[in-house]
């Protein structure tokens, strides 16, 4: 048995949840990636997985299995790829994770160019803005805004982002213009709110003016925990809200949004790119690590307002 085949065949049947599906990616007959599965699990003396006629469920042993044997393979690939033309054209799958308002309004618009300069990479791309576990969700990479605070990863800043505090101009008209953030929390506005995915706690408005530092926490009429929904929900009308200026730009710059607080804007937000420690920084995540800073690079410059 070819152990290193079986190990990818065995990987390539638990991400596609089919033998069948596994067989079509690979280009490889069925009857061969049935039979390497068993010989790995013959070899191993455990079951990997759990089959039926509809799908295939992986065992807590072929679950932790998985895992293991997936970081095995990426270093596998990494060290062929350094070793091999790779280098110069890198290529293979990359899984990447990011929010969904940078993923719908700056990198998923700019994939186009992404592919013309690195045709053998084929991007998956996770959007939520849900926390992922980089080891366990087998994810090369995430773009997260915020500081880092798990030491077993490596984060690479590729953009300060800024905050700003804005609702319709319909609403203002209804409810006045806040002239301090005070006027948000005496119950005279309402606030579009976002929750955390993680801890499903309300993010409360941040201010800072000089070394003045300000919480306020609003009647929230709504709350959602995605980026992208939040500013839907703030297009509306519905309430004020603080989001990232990048999103609001647009919005702004047409008059569908009117920005307040101008004095009061929090400290600038950081965004990363970041990847587990551990991991071999293959060809195919150096070029993309180097491609999202370039792409990024622009709103360094919204830091300064």
Not at 181 to 207: E, K, M, T
């Amino acid at each position: 048995m070819d152990q290193i085949a079986a190990m990818r065949v065995f990987a390539r049947v638990v991400e596609a949840g089919t033998f069948t599906r596994a067989a079509d990616s690979l280009q490889m007959p069925k009857p061969t990636v049935t039979k390497l599965v068993q010989q790995l699990e013959t070899h191993l003396r455990v079951k990997l997985l759990q089959r039926t006629t509809r799908r295939v469920t992986v065992t807590p042993e072929g679950a932790a299995y998985y895992e293991r044997t997936a970081r095995v393979l990426a270093e596998l690939e990494g060290i062929e790829s350094d070793l091999t033309s790779a280098q110069a054209q890198p290529r293979g799958r990359l899984r990447v994770d990011i929010g969904s308002s940078f993923a719908n309004t700056i990198l998923i618009p700019q994939l186009p160019a992404f592919h013309a300069r690195y045709p053998e990479i084929a991007l998956e791309i996770g959007v939520s803005d849900r926390p992922v576990n980089l080891i366990g969700d087998a994810v090369d990479c995430v773009v997260r805004a915020g500081e880092l605070t798990d030491q077993s990863l490596v984060a690479r800043r590729i953009a300060t982002l800024n905050f700003v505090t804005c609702a319709t101009p319909a609403y203002f008209e209804r409810h006045g213009i806040p002239r301090t953030p005070a006027d948000l929390g005496d119950g005279g506005h309402r606030v579009v709110g976002y929750f955390s995915s993680l801890s499903n706690r309300p993010v409360p408005l941040r201010y800072a003016r000089g070394e003045e530092r300000i919480e306020v926490h609003g009647h929230a009429v709504v709350g959602v925990n995605e980026s992208t929904a939040h500013l839907t929900a703030l297009l509306t009308g519905m309430g004020v809200a603080q989001t990232f200026d990048v999103m609001a730009g647009p919005h702004l710059a047409s008059g569908a949004l009117v920005e307040v607080l101008q004095d009061w804007a929090p400290q600038p937000y950081p965004l990363h790119v970041v990847y587990p420690a551990n991991r071999h920084l293959s060809a195919k995540l150096r070029v993309f690590v180097d491609w999202a800073v370039e792409l990024f690079a622009p709103y360094n410059r919204r830091a300064a307002r």
